[in-house]
């Protein structure tokens, strides 16, 4: 160990809210809802390819940005002594937190379910109410699938006295680092992970950012607070080579292309952070990312199911509602955050995450 371990906390803020703003817009890309194709006029063309640009491109980098760094975070001073601390701040900034989203995602559909507006609006089945959904909508967050996130993080850290065991080592580490990413790169290996581990057990990409993040949290987190010139430069090709992982994904379906895209850019990203976003985000955003993260995906979900009942369904209406739709959602989330850190702050907390 190299003395206390820390990143400074300002960009360490602002890097996370901004990879909340990310997701946002991986879920505002409409295409389906209104039917745009990339086969009809040169304006429906231009939306689909922008938002594919953003939410399918840029954006993608978010979640595995978030997964690296929760491994850097939680490896980078670990041993077994500190595991009953480690697992109590868990327990309360992860385990109620999920338990408590998903039952409020549980309760809000079955309520809504009460007066046919989900079936009529949300287009969703409605929840009814047995043993059986309520303990996979609270446990396994079936009403709140944007929590696989939050539960495949969950599994993670419990896995933890294993993953330590595996990452100590460096020669042990990179054989299973590569034997993670081998098994995610393998169609047999990616089949199982989307269809039989995804909502249910390991993810196994998942488990490789976090993994990897954990690597350079024990072995190399010096590297994390590196400012040189010539780690920009660096970073910026790895930007420029992320893309051509992505094209090479786009075009040939290999998962070992997504997985290269998704880790170079997202390396890459934090090393430009300060240079793409010259001055911090404003306090009343990075202080509510885990805010932004639970509760953006169901204002999302109104809003765009309201939308597609007023207005026409064409691509101008595509992209304004595409445009307009991360702000007012980040604006209502800051606005809710204001109100209920004033006049409910123990729920407030734990809807934060004990943040």
Known sequence: MNGERVINKEKLLSYSAFLSILVILIHTENL???????????????????????????????????????????????????YPQKMKNRFFSL???????????????YLLGKFHVVEDVLHINRVVFTPENFLEGVFLYKYNLGYWFMYQLILYTLLCPVIYVLLKNKPVAIVTLSA?????????????????????????DGLFYYMLGGFVGMHYFDAVNKKEKQIKRLAVLGVVLGQAFFVLFQVTQALVFHILFCTVSAVSFWFLFDSVITKPLPKNITTITFFIYSAHGTILEFFQAANQLIFPVTPVTALFEYLLLPVITLALLVALSMLLKRYAGGIWKLMNGSR
Request: glycine share 6%; proline share 3%.
């Open 95 to 109: 385990i109620i937190p999920y338990l408590l989203w998903n039952l409020f995602r549980f309760s809000l559909f």
């Open 32 to 82: 389906g809802n209104f039917s745009v194709s990339p086969n009809q006029s040169v304006f429906e063309k231009f939306v689909y390819y922008f938002e594919r640009l953003i939410s399918g491109d840029i954006a993608k980098i978010g979640v595995p940005s978030f997964f690296m760094f929760s491994g850097i975070l939680f490896y980078r001073d670990f041993n077994f002594s500190k």
């Open 180 to 204: 993670v990413f081998l098994l995610f790169c393998t169609d047999a290996a990616g089949n199982l992970s989307m269809n039989v581990f995804h909502q249910k057990f390991i993810q196994i």
